[in-house]
């Protein structure tokens, strides 16, 4: 499992921090090798997820793992704590009804863009509107990579697919904005090619009292990378890299680039288990 492992790509320049013994108790390894296809992102996600779980000491027992269908729907598989595997797009209502039943678990939901902004779309906002207390992470590969590589929601404008061959005339959907105006009260993007600095934000949204978005950039060398002329993944992380810059929100403008960081931290607004039990108690 190469993008779970150690110094992955060394000699391209990518070089991971080695992981420690500690996050091998959340992988379920009778399943391995995985089945993503070689340069998927999806990896060095998981990798990160998991090595927060356990820097923040939590058990597998207390931790609830939810995906959706697609590629990164497969990542349930191979987590090694309570997990669910729901039908397209309805991993946020599944993992609300686990936090309202079980507020004391934490509930982790991982989604690929088109299950988490297209056919959950709906899902996603009111998610963000109650603020329940569940850490959604977005892998945004900018395409469906599971059936086929067809346009997605956040395909950008002029992209090629299986379903655009002559390019997307769609704008994208961004989908840290959707969260934003969505009333998400932790929203921040990163993106593969920097895994530090990714399982720093993984870490935060982790630790947020509340719904919290991490869209994180992932390559798709497969589908949307061999269309749109970087069929290598280490030529789409050196994409991300040239083309990404800090930034405190997603609407600031830098030269056609994508700003990624922290665009909102809100520690104030009650998180909805809680305010249900107390007016349950009241």
């Known amino acids: 499992m190469d993008n779970l492992g150690s110094n992955h790509n060394a000699d391209n320049g990518i070089n991971l921090v080695p992981m420690s013994e ?8 009778q399943y391995l090798p995985h089945i993503w296809c070689p340069g998927c992102g999806i990896g060095t996600i998981l990798r990160q997820v998991i090595e927060q779980f356990t ?8 931790v609830v793992f939810v995906t959706g269908i697609g590629c990164t729907g497969r990542a349930s598989g ?15 209502p599944t993992a609300t009804g686990i936090k309202m039943a079980r507020p004391d678990m934490h509930v982790v939901a991982m ?13 996603f906002i009111h998610a963000a509107k109650r603020n329940i207390g569940i850490t959604a992470i977005v ?8 059936t086929g590589g067809q346009v997605s929601p956040t395909t950008p404008s002029g992209a090629k697919s299986s379903t655009t061959p002559y390019g997307n005339v769609e704008p994208a959907m961004d989908v ?12 921040a993007r990163a993106h593969t090619a920097n895994p530090v600095y990714l399982g720093q934000l993984i870490r935060r949204a982790l630790e947020h009292d509340g719904f919290s978005v991490l869209e994180v950039l992932s390559q798709c060398p497969t589908y949307f990378g061999r269309f749109n002329g970087m069929p290598d993944a280490v030529q789409m992380l050196e994409w991300f890299k040239s083309n990404t810059f800090m930034a405190k929100s997603p609407y600031e403008e830098k030269e056609g680039k994508i700003p990624v960081g922290v665009f909102r931290d809100d520690k104030e607004t009650p998180e909805l288990s809680k305010s249900y039990r107390q007016l349950w108690e009241e």
């Open 55 to 62: 820097k923040l000491g939590w058990r597998n027992d207390e």
């Open 176 to 187: 840290s904005k959707l969260a934003l105006g969505a009333g998400a009260t932790f929203v």
């Open 111 to 123: 989604l690929g863009d088109g299950d988490g902004v297209g056919i959950g779309g709906n899902h």
């Open 22 to 29: 500690a996050p091998e108790k959340w992988l379920r390894k």
């Open 139 to 146: 892998v945004n590969n900018r395409i469906y990579g599971m």
């Open 78 to 92: 191979y987590v090694n704590a309570q997990t669910l595997h729901t039908i397209h797009g309805r991993a946020l």
